[in-house]
């Protein structure tokens, strides 16, 4: 059999043409004399010969023994090749080190192949000299089935897996021919599945990383304007997990959802290529991935609802909305949705994948408020902060969503659970990342919210590094002094309840199983009759002494104000919550809660009226509250 030796390469030949046609062979610097040294020590002798392994094309690897020496150290030593670190992977660590340390001999001496200009660069470092760094991190991000990122001591890392070509998710028609479309998209199915693949098994896992060789980069041909360079391109093995140890290259060839380079004799390859070997020839007898039956590829039909929705035509943009709009009922079917961070685009916005309804939807958490870029230098800074800390959180990773309601743009808006159920809107106030949002009242998550922002207050994270508790107290006392009749009086009788009292109550809004509004029997509450009835003489006496100017009336977010009940038609105190703008304010929308009941609806500019001082005098009658 005709073997090459593991650990190392020797000058050869190569096939030159000459202007005749001509082909010959011409022997590489000491190619003669390294043959002649191999030659000298193990031709016609009794040698010992230990198969190491096979690459694709079937050549064997092997080491020898002549007389108590390794002919591959040898040829090291005495400067007649060079150290191969992926075929020397076999024969163990010791042996690799000392055959390492043999190069690394002959390059200081300059002997033979070290003396020569070309390998100058060489004599101080080598590829030989790279292979086997280490990183050792936490993977952030899949790339595509053959890439992806890893963060280890504060930096990002580019990891390439070694000696497997990455199938292709991208499609391009235009430069497919047209027999081979098909065959595209059934490894752009394979790829989407691969992907899936090194997701599942490697988002948040920490992995080791080992070099094995590094590809140059190089210029483009000068005849080829529009190609981009090339760069140096590092190429790894990867291991996870911390008792047994997988490949997970080997892994993703072994279930078809990649293949194995074919290298060339010489070429720098995995400290495992074997395996890959096998692992490919694995896959291929058993149909799996790309090897199987194209008509056993997974269909892969997403609907995209964030299709358009950031798209500057106005036309288009209006369609996605309309669409986004139509499809919330099948949301809102469900409490509950599995689902998978595609992409984050801010720290409270994010692209989600839902499986079970094959769809792709934008959602932006609800009840809170993250710092907004393009606001002030230091908005922009806690912007990208909270976007960073989303990333790490996020990105890429499983939760599950409640989709609650959808804005004007089609973001849809509700809570994200993460990790151990535990909610990430929640976690992004208690860092300091984020502030409770003003345009919530009925939300059944607003009370820990609160509290989250206020801890985060007092241990000064994030955004609220200068908080300044005295100055807001302050402004505060300030605001109720200037507008009394605003305050939400809450506390009336609420706040003179004593631990264990019975108190009479009725419940007026219902939110969720142990969350509600009420009203405290007796007391302030009995006045609400004659409240009422004045509310109604009010807006009559307005009526028909034709006294009220709405020209310079503009309602705000947490204004007191009058609203007349679509149902009733009756007037009666409310906050409002949220506006709905339009192109003239006489057809602005309002959402406002009821402060004397807690229930709440959309009324119309015209439902609206300025609150009087005197109709604001009674403390608001409902009061938030939870089941113990």
Do not use: M
């Given at each position: 059999i005709i073997v090459t030796l593991s650990g190392a390469q020797a000058p050869g030949q190569r096939r030159e043409v000459n202007e005749g046609g001509q082909a010959t062979f011409v022997g590489e610097p000491f190619y003669k004399e390294a043959k002649a040294f191999a030659e000298q020590n193990v031709l016609n002798r009794e040698v010992s010969v230990t198969l190491e392994g096979v690459d694709k094309q079937g050549n064997f690897f092997a080491s020898i023994q002549y007389a108590g020496r390794d002919v591959a150290e040898e040829l090291l030593k005495q400067g007649f090749a060079t150290f191969v670190p992926w075929s020397a992977t076999p024969r163990g660590a010791d042996v690799s080190a000392r055959m390492r340390d043999?190069?690394?001999?002959?390059?200081?001496?300059?002997?033979?192949?070290?003396?020569?200009?070309?390998?100058?660069?060489?004599?101080?470092?080598?590829?030989?000299?790279?292979?086997?760094?280490e990183i050792k991190g936490e993977v952030?991000?899949?790339?595509?089935?053959?890439?992806?990122?890893?963060?280890?001591?504060?930096?990002?890392?580019?990891?390439?897996?070694?000696?497997?070509?990455?199938?292709?998710?991208?499609?391009?028609?235009?430069?497919?021919?047209?027999?081979?479309?098909?065959?595209?998209?059934?490894?752009?199915?394979?790829?989407?599945?691969?992907?899936?693949?090194?997701?599942?098994?490697?988002?948040?896992?920490?992995?080791?990383?080992?070099?094995?060789?590094?590809?140059p980069g190089f210029a483009p041909k000068s005849g080829a304007p529009d190609a981009k360079p090339l760069p140096e391109r590092s190429f790894w093995t990867v291991y996870v997990g911390d008792k047994e140890k997988t490949n997970i290259a080997v892994a993703l060839v072994d279930q078809g959802l990649a293949t194995v380079v074919q290298h060339?004799?010489?070429?720098?390859?995995?400290?495992?290529?074997?395996?890959?070997?096998?692992?490919?020839?694995?896959?291929?007898?058993?149909?799996?991935?790309?090897?199987?039956?194209?008509?056993?590829?997974?269909?892969?039909?997403?609907?995209?609802?964030?299709?358009?929705?950031?798209?500057?035509?106005?036309?288009?943009?209006?369609?996605?909305?309309?669409?986004?709009?139509?499809?919330?009922?099948?949301?809102?079917?469900?409490?509950?949705h599995k689902g998978i961070v595609e992409h984050v685009f801010s720290g409270g916005r994010v692209k989600i994948f839902i499986p079970k309804e094959n769809c792709m939807i934008f959602l932006s958490l609800l009840g809170v408020r993250v710092p907004k870029r393009n606001e002030s230098a230091e908005s922009d800074v806690y912007s990208n902060e909270a976007l960073q800390f989303t990333r790490r959180n996020l990105h890429q990773r499983d939760v599950t969503i409640s989709v609650e309601n959808i804005d004007k743009g089609g973001n849809f808006l509700g809570t994200l659970q993460y990790g151990d159920k535990k909610d990430y809107g929640l976690t992004l106030i208690e860092n300091g990342h984020a502030r409770v949002s003003n345009n919530v009242e009925r939300f059944p998550l607003?009370?820990?919210?609160?509290?989250?922002?206020?801890?985060?207050?007092?241990?000064?994270?994030?955004?609220?590094?200068?908080?300044?508790?005295?100055?807001?107290?302050?402004?505060?006392?300030?605001?109720?002094?200037?507008?009394?009749?605003?305050?939400?009086?809450s506390e009336?009788?609420?706040?003179?309840?004593?631990?264990?009292?019975y108190v009479d109550l009725i419940v007026t809004e219902v939110l969720a199983g142990n969350h509600m509004y009420i009203q405290i029997v007796g007391g302030e509450s009995e006045k609400l009759e004659a409240l009422s009835r004045d509310l109604q003489l009010a807006a009559q006496e307005e009526d028909e002494k034709n006294t009220l100017v709405l020209e310079s009336f503009?309602?705000?977010?947490?204004?007191?104000?009058?609203?007349?009940?679509?149902?009733d038609g009756n007037w009666y105190r409310a906050k409002i919550v949220e506006i709905q703008r339009s192109d003239n304010k006489q057809n602005y929308k309002y959402r406002v809660v009821y402060v004397d009941y807690g229930n709440s609806e959309v009324v119309p500019f015209s439902s609206l009226r300025p609150m009087l001082p005197k109709l604001n005098a009674l403390p608001h009658q409902a009061h938030e509250a939870y089941l113990a």
């Open positions: 043999a190069e690394k001999s002959a390059k200081e001496k300059h002997l033979r192949i070290w003396s020569l200009k070309q390998n100058a660069d060489k004599v101080n470092g080598s590829s030989s000299d790279i292979t086997g760094k952030t991000e899949i790339i595509n089935t053959g890439a992806f990122t890893v963060s280890a001591g504060g930096q990002d890392f580019k990891i390439t897996l070694s000696s497997i070509k990455a199938l292709s998710h991208i499609i391009d028609e235009s430069k497919v021919d047209r027999n081979d479309v098909d065959a595209a998209k059934v490894e752009r199915a394979w790829a989407l599945e691969g992907k899936e693949f090194l997701r599942k098994r490697l988002i948040g896992q920490h992995v080791t990383c080992l070099l094995d060789y590094v590809r060339r004799g010489d070429e720098d390859r995995s400290r495992e290529y074997e395996l890959l070997v096998l692992a490919e020839n694995n896959a291929k007898s058993k149909n799996r991935g790309i090897f199987a039956p194209a008509q056993k590829a997974p269909v892969h039909h997403i609907n995209d609802i964030t299709l358009d929705l950031d798209s500057d035509q106005k036309g288009q943009r209006a369609t996605a909305i309309t669409r986004a709009k139509n499809f919330l009922p099948f949301l809102q079917r469900s409490r509950e607003l009370r820990s919210y609160q509290e989250a922002e206020q801890l985060a207050k007092t241990e000064k994270k994030g955004l609220w590094k200068n908080y300044d508790e005295s100055k807001e107290k302050a402004a505060t006392e300030e605001t109720a002094e200037e507008e009394p009749q605003a305050s939400d009086s009336g009788k609420k706040g003179k309840l004593a631990q264990g009292e503009n309602p705000r977010n947490g204004d007191i104000v009058r609203a007349k009940f679509s149902e």
